[in-house]
């Protein structure tokens, strides 16, 4: 009886709400809302961290699209892409307030996925509150991709100097090429080691555990890290990818030293993702305008691997990046490849990794009703 009760109260409850909204009102989804498909770091306001962090969102009967926006979103604005049904990423700026991302005409009974991704390594802070869709909207499951890239890096993965960021490198483009899950924690001007360079107050062993990049020290209202819970990292990566020592160079970390510091970054990954393969990238090196390019750690990198080997741990490979970019690929002031030279890598990469054994998957399980099968 009372079970009855309730329901009929419940059912009263409902009507009245039906019958006095107006009739265009909006659907308004809460930053808790179950069926946002986050990627990436998100500390607790919830608000975005580290190039490559945002939101998935499969939507029925989508045609409008706001982002309301806290006040730990970057000011005056954080640059994000926007991604329409497994589409190229649009630049939308966004700000504190209310935000119309533009979409795409798409109309009753379409569904359409949208993907929502910070691209700055800096000023990439987004303080999600709400999202309003359009009446008759109906947010629904995004189920992920079955391969999921985890990316640790510096510079050379983030994206720095390119107009997109991180959209247009090269984690980015082979997660797309091969309809990846992608999280990518990419420091520019990082080590590994967890030593200050170029004003990273700590290396990437010490921040990838971090949820806040290490832009956190020149931010006034969270000048402050917290502990990374990677149960977030849902579902967990399949394959990690590892691309880093540049800026350990950089700062004089010897070889030895380097070496020790990667195979205990490496064993406690180790403690995180068991089984799945690590792949560890030599550098593609700083080519110069004579056609030389520098390497940095000669030989550590395949040392490293032979240790892990050696632990018996052989689910850790060699990508051999050796000859992968030249002058022609990077911007000649700063020798970080260009937008292209990104296009180049994450072909080599994509050709690397068919021929080790894993090929692209063949559809994105979320359809999205813009996309032929
Ligand atoms: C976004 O803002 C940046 C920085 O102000 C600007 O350079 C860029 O043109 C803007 N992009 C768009 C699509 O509005
Ligand atoms: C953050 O705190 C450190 C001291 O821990 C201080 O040196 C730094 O200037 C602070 N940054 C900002 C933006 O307030
Ligand atoms: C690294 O060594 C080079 C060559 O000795 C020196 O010029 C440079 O200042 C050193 N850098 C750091 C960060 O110690
Ligand atoms: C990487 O490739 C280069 C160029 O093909 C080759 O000279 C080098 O021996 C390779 N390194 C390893 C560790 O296989």
């Known amino acids: 009886m009372f079970h009855l009760i309730s329901i009929l109260l419940c059912t009263a409850a409902w009507m009245a709400q039906a019958t006095t909204a107006p009739p265009d009102h909006e659907v308004t989804i809460a930053d808790t809302h179950p069926l946002i498909a986050f990627h990436g770091r998100w500390d607790a306001s919830p608000g975005t961290w580290w190039a490559g ?8 009967n989508l045609e409008t699209l706001k982002l309301n926006l806290g006040p730990h979103t970057t000011s005056p604005l954080t640059s994000v892409g926007v991604s329409v049904d497994y589409g190229p990423y649009a630049t939308v700026n966004v700000s504190e307030g209310a935000n119309t991302i533009p979409l795409p005409a798409s109309g009753a009974g ?45 510079s050379l993965s983030a994206g720095q100097y390119l107009d997109q960021g991180v959209l247009q490198a090269w984690p980015v483009l082979t997660s797309e090429a091969f309809k990846a899950e992608l999280r990518v ?30 832009g956190f020290f020149y931010t006034a209202d969270h000048n402050y890290t917290t502990p990374w819970d990677f149960a977030r990292d849902a579902p967990p990566p399949t394959h990690v990818v590892i691309h880093i020592g540049a800026n350990d160079a950089s700062q004089n970390v010897t070889a030895a030293d380097f070496e020790a510091t990667y195979l205990a970054f490496v064993a406690r990954l180790r403690t995180l993702y068991r089984a799945q393969p690590i792949l560890v990238f030599t550098p593609w090196g700083w080519p110069a305008a004579d056609g030389t390019v520098s390497y940095y750690y000669p030989g550590s990198y395949a040392r490293i691997v032979e240790a892990r080997h050696a ?18 690929d990077v911007f000649p002031d700063n020798t970080h490849p260009t937008e292209a030279g990104h296009q180049k ?20 399980p979320t359809k999205a009703s813009g996309v032929p099968l």
């Open 53 to 60: 962090s945002g939101f998935k969102l499969n939507v029925e």
């Open 110 to 154: 379409k569904n359409s996925v949208v993907r929502i991704t910070t691209e700055g390594w800096q000023n990439n802070r987004m303080q999600l509150e709400s999202i309003v869709l359009n009446k008759g909207a109906e947010l629904k499951p995004y189920t992920p991709s079955k391969l999921v890239f985890q990316v640790i890096g510096d």
């Open 185 to 214: 924690n990419a420091q520019p001007g990082a080590a590994l080691k967890d030593i200050p360079a170029w004003g990273n107050v700590h290396g990437v062993s010490f921040e990838y555990f971090r949820t806040e990049d290490t």
């Open 311 to 328: 632990l018996g741990d052989r689910n850790v490979f060699l990508v051999n990046t050796t000859g992968w970019v030249s002058w022609t």
């Open 345 to 364: 890598i994450a072909g080599l990469f994509g050709g690397w990794l068919k021929s080790w054994g894993l090929l692209p998957e063949v559809a994105w």
